[in-house]
């Protein structure tokens, strides 16, 4: 894939790198309005034909929260406080979504972005919208 970029939490223990074919400037901008992603005050991305790896340096200094409807892991960094991205297993299969403010690379901007609310949605609507929009090449590496 031609294009990358990658991010981390604050202090580094969590790393990622989206790989897509789609221009960075085009890649989704979506900020959740559900009570969690407005606290953090984050801005997701996903690309549905990218992929995405990721590098944990200390597995013991990641916590995972779920909430709503249990269907995805947010990883939060619990040194820093950080949550660089969400990962839903459906079928069998991981689909990520990246908070795009974790991202290093200052020119990618996350000022504008679509509001979304997904509150209505039923279990089944929400996992059939995520193994279509989010990532759904998820590849941890070792250190
Ligand atoms: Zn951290």
Known sequence: MKNKVSGSCHC???QWTI???VELDD???RKCGCSYCKKHGAVYTSDPKGKLKIRIKDKGKVRLYRFGTKTADVYVCSVCGVEPFFISRINGNDYAVVNLNTSVDPA???EKYVKTDFSK???EERLDRRSKTWIPKVIFEDN
């Open 12 to 14: 580094g223990n969590i």
């Open 19 to 21: 790989h897509t074919d």
């Open 27 to 29: 890649l989704p901008r």
């Open 108 to 110: 990618l901007s996350t």
């Open 121 to 123: 949605e039923t279990k």
